[in-house]
């Protein structure tokens, strides 16, 4: 019993770091009022460029780098043809993604089925040597303690910072941001940039240490959790974190309930992720009060400078 709970517990922590990295990344983006639906898209981008790298290099930290930029610069795609050619938000993400998925195909076509070694563990010392809490929770890699210090860092950002007032300032009115003299577009652009790079992050770290191995369709359909644990956290950054993490944990659902014992189809619980997303999803859509409290004003509504 002692070993499949922390199996879960050490678990949950890594596969949770995937869907924080890209849903923070989202999050922040939305703040703005920009609605990329092209996060799967830009993950698998991450995941590819970033094993690549390392498969070539060796270098964990150049594999997260060429991940992060990678994605960055197909979000920059999204940035620009959405703010500067006024295009939909929702068909240019659609676009964005189905052309990410494509592109990490023809990026890692030539390393399907090949591994590299994993992102090594952290030794935390006497902490990892602990009965029962020294494996289940001081025996990660450096990505899954950086994680909670990425969101700590973007929720004390977006709440007690200027720079985080003008972020939600943009996503409520960028008519009255405009006219107070906060550069709009700008603040958008960097806000996707951003959020693409923290996918790039997730996608990089699933196929370098998660995995550590590269396989077409890899990221199978995270990307589209991260933006619903947007939705799910009603747009509040630790309630977004804490979804990624239930969900983490949910996708350790197969093996762990195998490990209690109980004989229940793998194929319901492989896909029990992305059906307990959709229940979610259409709970928190009988609430419009709910979502219309704490979304931003103008997400995905298209802005354009009036001089």
Sequence with gaps: MNDTLVF??????????????????ELVAEKTGMLNLGVEGMM??????????VALTGSHALGFAA???AAMLVSTLFAV??????????????????FGLWLSAAI????????????????????????????ALFQQDIMVYGSLVVAAALWWMLARTKVGLVIRAVGESPVAAHALGYRVRLIRFAAVAFGGAMAGIGGAYLSTAYTALWADGMVAGRGWIAVALVVFGSWILPRVAAGAYLFGAISLLELSIQGFGFNVPSQLLSASPYIIT???LALISRNPALIHLNSPMSLGQPW???H
Excluded at 8 to 25: E, R
Excluded at 81 to 98: D, E, M, P, R, S
Excluded at 112 to 122: R, S
């Design 108 to 135: 890692g076509k030539a390393y399907e089925g090949t591994t590299v070694n994993a992102l090594a563990k952290l030794d935390l010392g006497f902490l990892s040597d602990l009965p029962f809490f020294g494996p």
């Design 8 to 25: 879960i517990l050490s678990g949950t922590l890594a596969a949770t770091v995937p869907l924080l990295y890209a849903a923070l990344g």
């Design 304 to 306: 354009k400078p009036s």
């Design 278 to 280: 959709i229940v979610v």
């Design 81 to 98: 043809v959405t703010l500067f050619f006024y295009a939909n938000q929702v068909a240019t993400g659609l676009a964005i993604g189905v």
């Design 67 to 69: 991940g992060a930029g």
């Design 44 to 53: 698998a981008v991450g995941a590819a460029s970033g094993f690549v790298t």
